[in-house]
């Protein structure tokens, strides 16, 4: 059974960092894109970056770039995003979720963050 | 504001066939496939449609999914109530090289 189990997420003060995790089991890791999307409070998906099966390419949304950075350990199965200089706005919920016959075909089960002082 | 637009609610009765619209442009819907994800409040986005009419296993054929052109849609067939949920257009875009989202329908199945 694929899962995607995600943590890392909470509290932090504007300007500051967080780095979550998202372990891929069921599946083989490093045979599939991965991609993070976020959802504000009360508001729709939003795509927050993208990375190949070895992490030689990554992407990212304008509204991130420079301040979060993807990553992933397919040695460990997993997927990272850390998240610097944090603002407000980038309070939510983030998800983790693997690219399969071009869409988005699992999903991990959401972790919260939360910047405010 | 999305790139995609949907309406932000829909509504039928048990039974009922409904369907969301979602509408891009050139750079997004027209040139790449659209899927569509269910999301039950408070909990993670549900793959219900790839390549703008595939099916994965285990969806009931109750959903369908059509495109053409800058515009594509999504059909609920004998509406149920767990039917209920928030849906999702998503489709790549080529300026943004990543994808896009609609903003989301409010389906309430009455």
């Known amino acids: 059974e694929v899962q995607l189990v995600q943590s890392g997420g909470g509290l932090v003060q504007p300007g500051g960092s967080l780095r979550l995790s998202c372990a891929a089991s069921g599946f083989t890791f490093n045979n599939y894109w991965m991609h993070w999307v976020r959802q504000s409070p009360g508001k729709g998906l939003v795509w927050v970056s993208r990375i190949n099966y070895d992490g030689s390419i990554t992407k990212y949304a304008d509204y991130v770039k420079g301040r979060f950075t993807i990553s992933r350990d397919n040695a460990k199965n997993t997927l990272y995003l850390k998240l610097n200089s944090l603002i407000a706005e980038d309070t939510g919920v983030y998800y983790c979720?693997?690219?399969?016959?071009?869409?988005?075909?699992?999903w991990g089960q959401g972790t919260l963050v939360t910047v405010s002082s | 504001q999305s790139v995609l637009t949907q309406p932000p609610s829909a509504s039928g009765t048990p039974g009922q066939r409904v369907t969301i619209s979602c509408s891009g442009n050139?750079?997004?819907?027209?040139?790449?496939?659209v899927s569509w994800y269910q999301q039950v409040p408070g909990t993670a986005p549900k793959l219900l449609i790839h390549r703008n009419n595939q099916r994965p296993s285990g969806v009931p054929d109750r959903f369908s999914g059509s495109k053409s052109g800058t515009s594509a849609s999504l059909a609920i067939s004998g509406l149920r109530s767990e039917d209920e949920a928030d849906y999702y257009c998503?489709?790549?875009?080529?300026?943004?090289?990543?994808?896009?989202f609609g903003g989301g329908t409010k389906l309430t199945v009455l």
């Open positions: 979720a693997r690219v399969e016959v071009g869409a988005l075909d699992h």
């Open positions: 050139s750079s997004n819907i027209e040139g790449n496939y």
């Open positions: 998503e489709a790549w875009d080529n300026s943004v090289s990543g994808p896009v």
